[in-house]
């Protein structure tokens, strides 16, 4: 079993500003990002957002816990990396390009090491529908939460 990884992209009607504080309100991210279903924050940067967070995510076959730590990139990127976890590695992040118009282009990206035991799991269909998943939830989400 090798890596899971991908890479979705939307484009939503809301200016970029918009997308990027919907996006960096890692608390809250439960309410719209689907596959994500607790969060914990356990530090905060110099700007009041998540810098370590513990998470609990629904991975379809298991449920998978994280600790991540963020970083940002005001208003065109979030990224985060494990720190420990369920699975052997853990990379993502948010690229947000303005479009013009009020409009922004997000693009969210995984690469997931899975590990040997959680790699088992996850084979042949399987991991095309938890890629799938995983990152559509995310994508379309962030594009729902910030069009409403």
């Known amino acids: ?47 009041g957002r998540a810098a370590l967070v513990d998470t609990v995510n629904d991975a379809k076959v298991k449920t998978v816990k994280n600790k ?17 976890g369920d699975v052997k590695s853990l990379v993502g992040w948010w690229k947000l390009e303005d479009l013009g118009g009020d409009r922004t282009r997000a693009t969210y990206a995984l690469e997931v090491d899975p590990g040997r035991m959680l790699g088992m799991l996850i084979r042949g269909p399987v991991e095309g529908q938890v890629r799938d998943f995983l990152l559509g939830n995310a994508a379309d989400g962030l594009k729902r939460t910030a069009e409403s």
């Open 1 to 47: 079993m090798g890596n899971i990884t991908g890479e979705r992209s939307v484009e939503i009607d809301a200016p970029i500003q918009r997308v990027f504080d919907i996006a960096s309100d890692i608390e809250n991210a439960p309410a719209w990002q689907g596959s994500l279903k607790d969060v914990e924050v356990l530090e905060r940067d110099a700007d």
């Open 68 to 84: 991540l730590s963020f970083t940002y990139d005001s208003p065109t990127a979030i990224r985060w990396r494990q720190e420990k």
